[in-house]
Nanobody, 114 residues
Framework: VQLQASGGGLVQAGGSLRLSCSVSGGTFGYNAAGWYRQTPGKQREMVAAFRADRTVNYADSVKGRFTISRDIRGNTLYLQMNMLRPEDTAVYYC?????????WGQGTQVTVSS
């Protein structure tokens, strides 16, 4: 299983970005999957995730601003990020739970300037 995240970049506060994560050797359609982020010196935290029962969980800090979705074939996971804030600055990782373990993408940097 391989995951490839993309879409990060530099954006001003209030702006938007859309992250994408493509998968090979698996699918986002029937497994728990989500987006996580990490800043230096801090633990990786969940941002938005599909549970195995396909319900969605968001971190309180992003509710109403971020939306997780996946394409109909389950090949790509998305994170639409609106109304970005400087505190959203982090490396964002996608994750898929498959074959009894977590698989991570390589991370994509999101930087929000004030």
């Amino acid at each position: 299983v391989q995951l490839q995240a993309s879409g990060g970049g530099l954006v001003q506060a209030g702006g938007s970005l859309r992250l994408s994560c493509s998968v090979s050797g698996g699918t986002f359609g029937y497994n728990a999957a989500g987006w996580y982020r990490q800043t230096p010196g801090k633990q990786r935290e969940m941002v938005a995730a599909f549970r195995a029962d396909r319900t969605v969980n968001y971190a309180d800090s992003v509710k109403g601003r971020f939306t997780i979705s996946r394409d109909i074939r389950g090949n790509t996971l998305y994170l639409q990020m609106n109304m970005l804030r400087p505190e959203d600055t982090a490396v964002y990782y996608c994750k898929l739970f498959r074959l009894g373990r977590d698989w991570w993408g390589q991370g994509t940097q999101v930087t929000v300037s004030s």
